[in-house]
């Protein structure tokens, strides 16, 4: 029974890491759409996988690495190709279009620095892969549906991706301290971060009625409140520390 208990988030974790792997095959044969989808249902099995090693107290170092390396596949891997196969669609070739792969070789490094940095147990010290991930999945998902829009032809210049994968790549190593979105954790009850989070609560309604109000696809609301979770955290480092 105990061998089950224990092996159950390891098995969630196993997911996140089928469905990564799926999405970066759908991903090459050109299904950007489905590959996004794919990458949600990771970024599901990442959160319930530590939901329940908390839950049934089944933490295991086995579990620790399992755990960064089907987010280097879900979370780095999958988004940096996503970003490739955009850029290939919209008729772009050469070397600009490898650019992004970098966002793999930034999700390695920063998936690496938090397994051994005691300072991010309750927090973030940078971008976490996950975030990443989905700002450019939404945005790839958001293209792939509307390849004659606008937002489609910048994605479809030699600069506009290649300069968002470096963007991230840097805010995923950064110093900019940046509060977990996995609720419950230990340092989660100062002040400065419950502000933070009541923020970041309130405003995802707002992206998604703004976004549905637009007329807008709903990966954009996706791709926004994300964007704004970065904002958030680079303000919050910004202003004065208040208790």
């Known amino acids: 029974m105990g061998f089950i208990r224990k092996s159950i988030p390891n098995t969630i974790t196993s997911m996140n890491l089928l469905s990564g792997a799926i999405g970066v095959i759908l991903c090459l044969g050109g299904d950007v759409r489905t590959a996004f989808l794919l990458m949600l249902a990771s970024a599901v099995f990442d959160f319930f996988d530590g939901l329940a090693a908390r839950v049934l107290e089944a933490y295991s170092d086995i579990g620790k690495e399992l755990d960064s390396l089907a987010d280097m596949i ?48 309750d927090s973030f010290i940078g971008l976490a892969t996950p975030a990443a991930a989905m700002i450019c999945g ?85 791709c926004f409140t994300f964007i704004g979770y970065i904002l958030l955290n680079i303000l919050s480092a910004l202003l004065p520390k208040s208790n």
């Open 138 to 222: 939404s945005l790839c998902h958001f293209v792939a549906g509307h390849p004659d829009g606008s937002v489609a032809a910048i994605c479809a210049s030699y600069w506009a991706l290649p300069v968002l994968g470096i963007t991230l790549s840097a805010l995923l190593v950064s110093e900019i301290p940046m509060f977990s979105m996995k609720f419950g954790k230990g340092k989660g009850t100062d002040k400065a971060t419950v502000r933070i989070r009541i923020a970041f609560i309130v405003m995802i309604p707002v992206i998604v009625l703004a976004v549905a109000a637009a007329g807008l696809e709903w990966s954009l609301a996706v």
């Open 74 to 121: 879900s979370f780095g891997l999958l988004p940096s190709l996503m970003l490739h196969r955009t850029m290939v669609q919209g008729g772009v070739h050469g070397a600009a279009a490898f650019i992004p792969l970098i966002l793999a070789i930034f999700s390695a490094l920063r998936l690496a620095k938090f397994n051994i940095d005691p300072r991010q147990h």
